[in-house]
């Protein structure tokens, strides 16, 4: 089934990955609005149907975005989707397990749990 989420049409599998809402699009404008054309890597934990993983890479060309899902079926359309739309080289799309993330910083891999994060926040900002 097809949806329009930020004037994309984007694959959605309703009953088996959360389709994007429209009020998900204020989200999308807020981070492109703050980005500003910056280059930035982006996490995007619970990524779904890849909707704002792939509305911001398609509508900014300096982003690289990882985004991460628990569930397999959510993984294989982000990624079906990112490619359909041609930002499938800067969408990496993986599928997490249990409750732990992996990021990069300073081309450094960090794992946290999510319980973790407001600290990995905190230590992230210290170190910039």
Same mark, same amino acid.
């Given at each position: ?16 990955? =959360?389709?994007? $809402? ?8 807020? !981070?492109?609005?703050?980005? %500003? ?8 934990? @619970?990524? @779904?149907?890849?909707?704002? !993983?792939? /509305?911001? /890479? ?14 397999? %079926? ?15 080289? $800067? ?7 249990? @409750?732990?993330?992996?990021?990069? =910083? ?5 794992? /946290? ?16």
């Amino acid at each position: 089934m097809k949806k329009t989420f930020y004037d994309l049409q984007l694959e959605t599998a309703p009953g088996r990955v =959360f389709t994007p $809402r429209p009020t998900t699009e204020q989200l999308v404008e807020a !981070a492109l609005d703050r980005i %500003d054309g910056v280059p930035m890597r982006i996490a995007d934990v @619970g990524t @779904g149907s890849g909707a704002i !993983a792939v /509305a911001l /890479a398609v509508n900014n060309p300096n982003v690289e975005i990882w985004a991460t899902d628990t569930n397999e %079926d959510a993984v294989e359309l982000a990624r079906a989707n990112a490619e359909r739309l041609g930002v499938a080289d $800067r969408v990496h799309v993986l599928q997490q397990t249990g @409750g732990s993330i992996l990021i990069q =910083f300073h081309g450094q891999p960090l794992s /946290a749990d999510c319980w973790q994060l407001e600290d990995l926040r905190a230590e992230l900002e210290n170190a910039a």
